[in-house]
């Protein structure tokens, strides 16, 4: 079954840092680019940024651009969304999603709820 | 970049058609014939409904189809039904290995 498998939720504090992950199976992972979504609380979707995890050629919105790092470790078909600081506006759903359909993104990943707090 | 402009919400009755629009810039839309389509029930991931303007994927329906004209993108949903309720988003290749969304449209099933 081809499928993306996301790390749990999590709860932080502000200023405190998070790597959240996302695990391929089912497919040739490294062979098309993974995208990082963003959902607010009941917002839509806008998409981060996206990394080719055979070269982790990456990608990032203009908006994203030095607010969070995107990796991947091909050898264990991992990709990662990672913040230095977060702030309370980074809490939010955060999907993964690969580009193996065209230019569609299929299959997503559940979702990781990060929640920050003080 | 800014997202792509649906409707808010669109409606209908069980077994009427309703089309989506998605309007976006010769940038954007306009520029490629990558714009996908995505379903969202409330509380799960989205699914891929539509890709590169009009093809489906297996297991979708073929009650869901996708067109392009110029800056603008539309999804019809013929014979509606009950659990066609749900947020529907566009997406299109904006260059660059960008990717821009729509900004989503409530799907009503009166």
């Known amino acids: 079954e081809v499928q993306l498998v996301q790390s749990g939720a999590e709860v932080k504090k502000p200023g405190e840092s998070l790597k959240i992950s996302c695990k391929g199976s089912g497919y040739s992972f490294a062979s098309y680019w993974i995208a990082w979504v963003r959902q607010m609380p009941g917002k839509g979707l806008e998409l981060m940024g996206i990394?080719?995890?055979?070269?982790?050629?990456?990608r990032y919105s203009p908006s994203f651009q030095g607010q969070v790092t995107i990796s991947a470790d091909k050898s264990i078909s991992t990709a990662y969304l990672q913040w230095s600081r977060l702030k309370a506006s980074d809490t939010a759903m955060y999907y993964c999603a690969s580009q193996a359909r065209g230019a569609g993104f299929d299959p997503w990943g559940q979702g990781t709820l990060v929640t920050v707090s003080s | 970049q800014s997202a792509l402009t649906q409707p808010a919400s669109v409606s209908g009755s069980p077994g009427q058609s309703i089309t989506i629009s998605c309007t976006g810039t010769s940038s954007d839309v306009g520029d490629y014939n990558y714009v996908s389509w995505y379903q969202q029930h409330p509380g799960k991931a989205p699914k891929l409904m539509i890709y590169?303007?009009?093809k489906r994927p297996s297991g979708v329906s073929n009650r869901f189809s996708g067109s392009k004209s110029g800056n603008t993108a539309s999804l019809t949903i013929s014979g509606l039904q009950a659990e066609d309720e749900a947020d529907y988003y566009c997406c299109s290749y904006a260059g660059g290995s960008h990717y821009v969304f729509g900004t989503g449209t409530k799907v009503t099933v009166l």
């Open positions: 590169d303007v009009s």
């Open positions: 990394i080719y995890p055979d070269d982790s050629d990456t």
